[in-house]
């Protein structure tokens, strides 16, 4: 008597987000984003580069970066290093599911077999069935909220079936081909970028403390222009932007999480008063703290 | 803010029995089997034939049909109507699931496309690392079992993934490519072939009744030697050994449902009495009704 072996899965991908196709001309820049669900960048085109967390990344035709949930990340045309920028064709793919055994994945940079670029080909494919097609200035397609209804029956299933390999075949990679997988920080960037990720750090451990850009050039010994210079170049931001944005990110967790009311997260934060801990909200966000916390309970 | 669209599998496959490459020559013959899980045969090189229940089939290269659970099936190299028989290597998967959908698979047959090949050479690969290699005659590789433990991880997972993606796109094909599947019964099949399911139909419609060779031969106005010769041809099986096979299988799916008791059952089946409906059982299965019982209550 033949008996079954249950099959028992050691990833799901459950939901679909967004397909992008991307044909970015060089100078292009995306200013960074964070969301609770996963994201994928593989390059089929030219260079990339931005940050994932506080890591600089650098991506060449063939690899890719998975951006994990929550974790901040940007983008740009060519390489940090270069002075020249170029052209860059990029697939991001963003989903979510049961990925527990991605954690090992955080903070990598995957060179892509042939077999696993193909997966991409068929993603592609299948996406033409369930996501909408959206022609922009330099795109040649641009695919979000995927139907619920498709046009072809399991086209969805296809698609989660796909990623589902690639990532099993990413998981064995890592395991069997380490030449094939860096983890960052990147060997090969130059002081400049030791210096951004420095700095993030300092941002990051300093959520708390409502510092000034004064604090971090103190903080630091570099020459205050060059750090200028190197942070927008890296992230897109001044350093200040860069963490105003990181600190509404904070007092945003702690609004879902609602553990404290406004006054207390004035004092968590060191901002002097519920007052201009309000006033720093709606100037950062356009909108009150209440709204959000509307927003976030509904 | 991006709303997240799940994915609702149209089908999906759970369990994994067996897998198998055969490499069968000239004049194999399989004398067939049913089982409560589903199975498929690809051909890979050569032609096959054999019944799937009543229905004769026959297979070229690149062609596959898939038994349905519980439908008798048997196979033998080269195809029913030649003299000349052949080599034929085959593909064997048999596998268990949420596959309702699969219904309007039933008595059809479906030329594969390049892709659907490709997959089939993709499970195999996979299904090194999770079944047995037993070496015997005739064969590449005969692979039945799988272990509970992969050898590479996912590799379960894998198979299951392949297997959906070979189903879906066969789904679409019988919408899309109508002209890539073909229905039972077979047109081509000679008059040979129409009289053998006829008789194979008789026999199921009297299951119940406890007929005799003479009872078929009167109900038919085929030759004897004839049909007993054709019938053989194209099932592996007499008339009678073919009916009390099906006999057997309706008596224990009778008990396995445990709504008659044994006198019943003699009844239902028109025996003279319990002793000749034991002693029938006995005789064509090498157990006993009672032990039959306990096997299928454990």
């Known amino acids: 008597m033949l008996k079954a072996v249950t099959i028992e899965p050691i990833l799901k991908v459950t939901d679909l987000y967004t397909l992008y196709y991307f044909q970015h001309k060089s100078g292009y820049r995306f200013e960074g984003e964070s969301h609770d669900f996963w994201e994928i960048i593989y390059v089929d085109h030219g260079r990339a580069s931005g940050l994932n967390g506080s890591e ?14 929550n974790v901040f990340h940007n983008f740009r045309t060519g390489v940090m290093t270069d002075e020249v920028d ?7 793919i963003s989903f ?20 696993e670029r193909n997966i991409f080909k068929q993603i ?17 397609y641009k695919k979000e909220n995927p139907f619920e ?18 990532l099993l075949s990413l998981y064995r990679k890592q395991k069997e081909c380490p030449s094939q997988v860096q983890a960052l920080p990147l060997q090969s960037l130059g002081m400049e970028y030791q210096m951004v990720r420095q700095i993030i750090l300092f941002l990051e451990q300093n959520l708390y403390n409502n510092i000034s850009f004064a604090d971090v050039v103190n903080h630091f010994n570099f020459s205050e222009t060059q ?19 990181c600190v509404v990110g904070r007092i945003e ?11 207390e997260l004035a004092d968590l934060f060191h901002f002097s008063s519920i007052h201009y801990f309000s006033k720093f909200y709606k100037r950062e966000t356009g909108r009150t703290l209440r709204e959000y916390l509307k927003n976030s309970q509904e």
């Open 124 to 140: 592609l494919d299948e996406g033409k069935q369930v996501y909408n097609k959206t022609n922009g200035k330099n795109l040649i």
């Open 86 to 92: 170029e052209d860059c064709d990029i697939i991001v």
């Open 149 to 166: 209804q498709e046009k072809v029956p399991g086209a969805k299933q296809m698609i989660g079936n796909l990623l589902e390999q690639l």
């Open 227 to 245: 750090l200028k210079k190197m942070f927008r170049q890296v992230t897109g931001y001044s350093v200040m932007q860069y963490y105003r944005k």
């Open 96 to 115: 979510g599911g049961n990925l527990e055994v991605l954690e090992q994945f955080r903070d990598h940079i995957f060179t892509l077999s042939m077999y």
């Open 56 to 69: 600089p990344y650098e991506l060449k035709k063939g690899q890719m970066i998975f951006h994990h949930p």
């Open 253 to 263: 967790y702690h609004i879902q999480q609602q553990d404290q009311n406004f006054t």
